[in-house]
């Protein structure tokens, strides 16, 4: 599965972004999908992922209550709402398809399995005064 990162950029601190992960020629409904992010020096970090077909979604602490993940199925297009930036959230910002794991009884997008994912090339997003 590839997949085309964008909507990257500069902001200031307290903007908003909001990113695209494109698929071509297959559904992305049927599968799960992450976004992560890497600063130079450090390793890639899940932030957020969602499920298939209208599962759960999952945030890590850090951006959980200002990013948002969801889908638009017409346009084969996982989008990441990114509100109240911080400096902190700079990096490049990628979208992978990931494993999935069971948790009380529902499948959920697991941000820990994604080995079989194709990276693309992702999208700078700076935050900055």
């Known amino acids: 599965l590839q997949l085309v990162e964008s909507g990257g950029g500069l902001v200031e601190p307290g903007g908003s972004l909001r990113l695209s992960c494109a698929a071509s020629g297959t559904t992305l409904d049927y599968y799960y999908i992450g976004w992560f992010r890497q600063v130079p020096g450090k390793e890639r970090e899940g932030v957020s992922c969602i499920s298939s077909r209208g599962g759960p979604t999952v945030y890590v602490d850090s951006v959980r209550g200002r990013f948002t993940v969801f889908r638009e199925n017409a346009k084969d297009t996982v989008y990441l709402q990114m509100n109240s930036l911080k400096p902190e959230d700079t990096g490049i910002y990628y979208c992978?398809?990931?494993?999935?794991?069971?948790?009380?009884?529902?499948?959920?997008?697991?941000?820990?399995?994604?080995?079989?994912?194709?990276w693309g090339q992702g999208t700078q997003v700076t935050v900055s005064s």
């Open positions: 992978v398809s990931l494993g999935r794991r069971r948790v009380g009884g529902v499948w959920e997008c697991n941000l820990d399995d994604f080995l079989l994912g194709t």
